[in-house]
């Protein structure tokens, strides 16, 4: 059974995924973030706002000038980056299990409400999934011995150097990931020469990026109004406010729904393992989730998107207490912790119109990123949701601030990617 099983529950299972893609693909713009990643392929222009995300949106204007509309580019953009970082995450997780449950726990993480969430709605947040990915599968190739490794280490150059590129956001959430591996590195030269030559290379792309902008005048200044506009939003920034409370409450909630199979895993059968090897991705892994979640949860809290980059390191603190030897039950419970949240991604649905604020913040936390919103390209913020019930009272002065700017935004979209009306 394990052979057959093994041998047909990853193609299987792709098909499902694919036919799942297809069924949520969002016919029209979801997802209206101000980073303009759609006008900026539409207009051929190459940075969106800082820091840049500049590679994504060199591979959806890769898409539009082969013939694909903006919004469908994009689109295509996340998702050839899901499937690159799902390939990658399968690599890493056979660094340690056998291939059923390798299999198994990529499947998990393929069907993550997070992950199809992001697929098919056009985000750079859908790079976290590969980059991260393979920033922990460089690592965990690294010698353990003393000897300079040029192949490795380069290997780990690259990793870091496409992790800065695509969101140097991302990039500065695995600071402590970084100074861990650097510690278990910290004897061979070859690692910090190849480190230093991917430090040359961000800060190049990084310069140019900014070039792009405009210049570091023009850079700093659009920064500082992203700063600004997030502030009302962050515990870091503002304390803890009615908003930032609320801020962290759903970082926590998506997080635990995106990776609920892996922190099954993680508590039910919690041991360190005795090989020093899997100790240590064990160690990778658990810090390359809590802290980017701490970053998320203190600071760039706004949508699911962001929590996308703490998966691969559940994923990897998973397979390093599954080493140990899995008890069957914990697969049991894995199954319906991967099963549970993808049955609330396809079948609630958002109270319409909201009549209470309760109503409209559960529209807004979970109710909003569903399958059915996806599919009606019905995205509304909560403050567009008490909008909606006729609760502009409850809607705070930043947020509606923010809506009017919003809906500027809405208008673009729609003369790039008019709705189809009877």
């Known amino acids: 059974m394990s052979t057959t099983m093994q041998r047909w529950l990853l193609p299987a299972g792709a098909f499902l995924w694919v036919a799942l893609v297809a069924y949520l693909w969002s016919p029209r713009h979801y997802w209206p973030d101000a980073d303009g990643y759609l006008l900026h392929v539409a207009e051929g222009r190459w940075v969106a706002h800082p820091p840049g995300y500049a590679l994504f949106v060199i591979i959806g204007r890769f898409f539009h000038a082969i013939g694909c509309p903006p919004y469908l580019s994009v689109q295509l953009a996340s998702l050839s980056l899901t499937i690159a970082g799902l ?5 890493l997780l056979r660094e340690f299990l056998v291939p059923l449950a390798a299999q198994a726990m990529t499947l998990a993480a393929a069907f993550s409400w997070v992950v199809l969430l992001n697929v098919q709605t056009g985000t750079s947040h859908a790079s976290d999934l590969f980059t991260v990915s393979l920033l922990l599968f460089a690592a965990v190739r690294l010698p353990c011995s003393g000897a300079n490794a040029w192949g490795p280490d380069l290997v780990f150059a690259m990793a870091l150097f496409l992790c800065a590129a695509f969101r140097l956001t991302t ?9 861990l591996i650097a510690w278990s590195n910290k004897g061979r030269l070859s690692f910090w020469s190849s480190c230093l030559i991917a430090a040359g290379a961000v800060a190049l792309w990084q310069g140019w990026v900014i070039a792009q902008s405009g210049g570091y005048a023009a850079y700093s200044a659009s920064a500082e109004v992203m700063n600004t506009g997030n502030r009302p939003s962050s515990v870091i920034l503002s304390g803890f406010t009615p908003t930032t409370s609320l801020n962290m409450i759903r970082a926590l909630l998506w997080t635990t729904m995106g ?17 020093s090897a899997v100790r240590k991705a064990l160690f990778y892994g658990l810090t ?3 802290f980017p979640l701490l970053g998320v949860t203190l600071y760039l809290c706004t949508h699911p998107g962001y929590v996308v980059c703490t998966l691969p390191g559940a994923a990897l603190a998973a397979a390093g207490v599954a080493t140990a030897g899995v008890a069957r039950l914990t697969w049991k419970l894995f199954g319906v912790a991967a099963l549970v949240p993808l049955a609330v991604f396809l079948f609630v649905s958002p109270f319409l119109p909201p009549v209470s604020k309760w109503q409209a913040v559960a529209n807004g936390i979970l109710l909003q990123y569903s399958a059915s919103c996806s599919r009606e ?3 509304n913020t909560t403050a567009r949701w008490l909008r909606l019930g006729g609760l502009s009272e409850e809607i705070p002065a930043h947020r509606a601030l923010d809506l009017e700017t919003e809906d500027k935004w809405r208008e673009q979209f729609e003369k790039l990617n008019p709705s189809k009306t009877d």
């Not at 390939?87 to 690599?91: A, D, H, I, W």
């Not at 990776?259 to 090989?275: D, G, K, N, Y």
């Open 288 to 290: 390359a989730l809590l």
């Open 171 to 179: 990039f500065l959430m695995m600071g402590p990931l970084l100074l």
């Open 87 to 91: 390939g990658v995450l399968y690599r």
């Open 377 to 379: 390209a019905m995205f």
């Open 259 to 275: 990776i609920l199979p892996f922190l099954i895993m993680l508590v039910a059968q919690w041991r360190e393992p005795c090989q």
